[in-house]
């Protein structure tokens, strides 16, 4: 209906792709024709909006405000395009457009367009799905090319690279379908840094996590990007973090752009955090993060299955919250000296979060959605640290301190009765008595006693 805002599909009789999808689109569903005034062909099917153009895609600045005055407004601007590259292969790419620097082709110089990155998960994911069975590669592209000067959110969708492909009507009917099988979602949404024109690490993290990117950068911009730029993204894609390909950065490059994106109050996060963080609300994730940051500034989140099942049953909960508990810093470092693995064994299975130093040293900190969860999980712990110590030293609890009392082999003492490096060294070390010229050395003769407290709470 006109002047109802819908996803609108731009295609250009310029465009032999845009003519392919148009087609497909039109094949495979009932599209009620619209009239018009202004000559361009408009077909509307529920939500969809088909209107084609008889200009160039790229050159479409203003686009949204012509729309508005025809009559046709836009939430969302999808355009259908092909894609040209000199290597000839069969590709299916996404993208967000805009210019880092001169505009070659179409729009404005260092200026970015409102990127779409719920459309971008949507269309990409889709893709990945119709092609499986087809000799196409589907990938992201980084943000290049016009139109930038639109206020209504846009993304390219394109088949390449040559005619052959261009014309593929099997091509055509899976971008199609890609568009039709569109969904809102409301994922985390990252600028990307670095890489390839294709971005395979920001394409697998779409693919195999529930994240999305607004604008990319591929390595060969990076440095030209400044505050402005970078600001501009995270504000066109309405951006909650930043990732960066960190191999296919430089050590300075990476440092610059932290030292900005910090700067203007967002984070990097590495493709380890988000894989860690994939199927659990983002704002309980910023919650977290920003706890662990007042908590242990140099520590990591680390997130179990447990805490994950918990939170995705939880149906009460729209944004479940972060409690903490705390055990004693001393028994918990005198237990992982003896039994790391132990320790991890005894987190990863229960229904929390914990912190991890730089130095993969475990923080004193338990992480649950309610204080009772973190009590007992860190009660449980304390217990866990004093059974590890207990099998190794022998122990008292008396008024809340916990004393240990380690034996310990000393080789000065086995020297001091003759007992040097050798066959008698070992087995004295090992805790059997061995006879020197007639004279009986039992263990206890050679071994020091030390003694050490640690104050429970």
């Known amino acids: 209906m006109k002047g109802e805002t819908k996803v609108n599909i731009i295609c250009s009789t310029q465009d032999r792709v845009s003519r392919n999808v148009k087609n497909n689109l039109l094949n495979s569903r009932k599209w009620e024709p619209v009239n018009t005034d202004n000559g361009c062909p408009v077909f509307e099917y529920k939500d969809f909006r088909i209107v084609e153009i008889s200009e160039s895609l790229i050159f479409q600045d203003g686009l949204d405000k012509k729309l508005m005055a025809w009559g046709y407004p836009a939430k969302l601007i999808i355009f259908a395009s092909k894609h040209r590259s000199k290597d000839g292969r069969a590709i299916l790419t996404v ?43 589907v990938t992201l592209e980084c943000t290049h090319h016009g139109p930038s000067d639109i206020e209504v959110p846009s993304v390219f969708i394109e088949i390449g690279s040559g005619e052959a492909q261009w014309i593929d009507e099997v091509a055509g009917r899976m971008v199609a379908n890609a568009i039709l099988l569109l969904k809102d979602d409301d994922s985390p949404v990252a600028v990307g840094f670095g890489g390839t024109h294709y971005a395979p690490r920001q394409t697998g993290l779409i693919l195999s996590t529930g994240i999305t990117f607004g604008h990319i950068f591929p390595s060969h911009v990076l440095d030209e990007l400044d505050e402005n730029m970078v600001r501009q993204a995270f504000v066109k894609s309405r951006a909650e973090f930043a990732y960066f390909d960190r191999k296919s950065m430089k050590g300075e490059q990476r440092e610059k752009l932290r030292k900005i994106i910090e700067s203007i109050g967002f984070e990097v996060l590495k493709e380890s955090d988000i894989k860690d963080m994939d199927g659990i609300p983002w704002e309980f994730c910023l919650q977290l993060r920003k706890r662990v940051r007042e908590i242990c500034p140099s520590g990591k989140a680390m997130i179990t299955d447990g805490i994950k099942c918990e939170i995705s049953s939880c149906q009460d909960c729209i944004c479940p919250k972060v409690k903490i508990a705390r055990i004693n810093a001393e028994l918990l470092s005198e237990a992982e000296k003896l039994d790391r693995n ?20 475990l923080a004193h900190v338990i992480i649950g959605l309610n204080d009772r969860c973190a009590r007992l999980a860190a009660q449980e712990l304390t217990g866990e640290c004093l059974d590890i110590i207990k099998k190794h030293f022998d122990v ?53 006693i030390n003694k050490r407290a640690i104050k429970l709470n």
């Open 95 to 137: 993208h967000s457009t805009g210019n880092v620097n001169e505009a070659k082709f179409g729009g404005s110089e260092k200026k970015l367009a409102p990127a779409a990155p719920q459309a971008v998960r949507s269309l990409l994911r889709s893709l990945k799905m119709l092609a499986e069975n087809e000799e196409y590669e």
């Open 342 to 361: 132990r320790l991890k064994e005894f987190l990863s299975t229960h229904n929390i979060a914990y912190i991890e130093y730089d130095d993969g040293r």
């Open 396 to 448: 008292s609890l008396d008024k809340g301190t916990l004393q240990i009392t380690e034996k310990k082999f000393s080789p000065r003492l086995a020297s001091s009765f003759g007992v040097h490096e050798g066959p008698l060294y070992g087995r004295l070390a090992r805790g059997e008595s061995v006879i020197i010229d007639g004279k009986t050395i039992n263990p206890e003769m050679v071994y020091e």
